[in-house]
């Protein structure tokens, strides 16, 4: 008969003294997949952060976005909105003003 601690790790149950390591490997696997933190996952109220950080400023600027309300986010938008349809005609030429 074997010996279970605490709770199940979902797949089988945990069993000493092997159980807290696969069952620890079995979270970070989940969080890689869904790409956010481990702490995302096991705490009830921790904020979702990517597991991951962004390969490059662009990134890390839009994972800001999501910590803003509606109303900010919704203006940041509209601002995005504005410069890219201004820079389509110049992308469109080729880069001639």
């Known amino acids: ?6 709770r199940s790790c979902g797949w089988r149950p945990c ?6 390591a696969s069952c620890l490997e079995a979270v970070v696997r989940i969080a ?4 956010v933190s481990v702490d995302y996952l096991v705490t ?8 991951h950080a ?15 309300d509606d109303d900010e986010r919704a203006t940041i938008l509209a ?3 504005a410069i890219t349809t201004k820079a389509k005609p110049r992308l469109i030429t080729g880069g001639a003003s």
């Open 1 to 6: 008969m074997t010996r279970t601690m605490g």
């Open 15 to 20: 069993q000493a003294p092997t159980a807290p």
């Open 32 to 35: 890689e997949t869904f790409n």
């Open 44 to 51: 009830p109220d921790a904020p979702r952060t990517a597991l």
């Open 54 to 68: 962004p390969q490059n400023i662009l990134g890390a600027r839009l994972a800001d976005l999501s910590q803003l």
């Open 79 to 81: 601002v995005i909105d």
